[in-house]
């Protein structure tokens, strides 16, 4: 299985983006989704996820408010709704998943990572 992000690109501080998470090949049970972001200079930092069912999310207290985590299992896809987005969110972000279905803020408990899309905000 692969996951593959997208949706980045630059906006103003204030606008909105989404992002999309999408796994391909075949996916293995009942699998939980979490967003990180990098920025440069500093460490990973863990903004958002999701269960398989959605029936518990959890969010980074800096984005609580502004960032929806959704998914759709049919589609095999993972979104991250970001608005009134500020300069301080520029960053790579990524998507991961975690195999025992538990929608942790902790970046080592993901066991499939993708690759990043880019997120700049300007002011």
């Known amino acids: 299985v692969q996951l593959q992000a997208s949706g980045g690109g630059s906006v103003q501080a204030g606008g909105s983006l989404r992002l999309s998470c999408s796994a391909s090949g075949r996916t293995r049970g009942s699998y939980a989704i979490g967003w990180f972001r990098q920025a440069p200079g500093k460490e990973r930092e863990f903004v958002a996820a999701?269960?398989?069912?959605?029936?518990?999310?959890a969010y980074a207290d800096s984005v609580k408010g502004r960032f929806t985590i959704s998914r759709d299992n049919t589609k095999s896809t993972a979104y991250l709704q970001m608005n009134s987005l500020k300069p301080e969110d520029t960053a790579v972000y990524y998507c991961a998943a975690e195999f025992q279905g538990i929608p942790t803020p902790l970046f080592y408990e993901y066991d499939l990572w993708g690759q990043g899309t880019q997120v700049t905000v300007s002011s």
């Open positions: 999701i269960s398989w069912s959605s029936d518990m999310t």
